[in-house]
């Protein structure tokens, strides 16, 4: 007897997969986590949640909202060639993160893998090496899209294991924001957070939203609870805000403290 046709449903993106449609129209999940394919049978919700227990690590993207948007990359910077889905290697995988974490470390253009790096790394390999490694180095992708997605996913999942690491952070953590002005003269507020991380006190960027309306307390007030609501935190894991001296931080009846104080009154404010 054969087994059960599954048919791909929305809901399984829950659980990192995305659906792989081959040239003859069958369908199988594929991890958007490790890159690797499963059969229709295992398209069962149970065998699906037991991969993603054993594949996602701690901090990883987890919520489905942040899957639904990785999904949309994923999709459309994988490798479907006309007659099927050819599997990425690690080791081309990890070459291409790696390059990407150097553009974005550098602060390069990220069409300066195609441009210079590739062809860089390809002549050195025909000049120093066989010719063979200079085929296994042309397969590595460097395209301007891909170094994009790649620094995307490195910064969703270091955003995830800090938001991981402040929801199980034993003491209740700390926060300092500013709100500046950028080149374009918008106004972005910065948010740095400082907590407890096993037997260390850990201190990070943790985001730099714009302020799309006003700089008045109750927006910055708003945009940190709209935050804090998407992300699983809230007020009762803070301890302690401090702000610069801005009359929207300093105000004594509608400031940003008294609007903290007022949900959170345990909460110390300082300027």
Known sequence: MSSKNR??????VRYGFTCLTEWDGSQYPQCMLCNVKLSNSSRAPAKLREHFKKTARRGAVQRLDEFKLKRVRFDAS????ILGFVPIDKPILTASYEVAY???KQGKPHTVGKTLIKPAALKMANIMLVKAAENKLSLVTL???TIRCRIDDMGDNIFGQVVADLVASPTKFSLQLDETTDVSNLSQLILFVRY???DEIKEDFLFCKPLTTTTKAADVKKL???FFRSNGLSWNMVSAVCSDGAPAML?????FGVLVKAD???IIVTH
Do not use: C, F, R
């Open 251 to 255: 105000g004594y009846n509608s400031g």
């Open 264 to 266: 959170a009154p345990h």
């Open 143 to 145: 395209s301007n899209d």
């Open 78 to 81: 994988a490798t479907l060639p």
């Open 196 to 198: 407890v991380k096993g």
């Open 102 to 104: 150097l553009i974005a």
């Open 224 to 226: 940190v609870d709209d």
């Open 7 to 12: 048919k791909w449903s929305e809901d399984y």
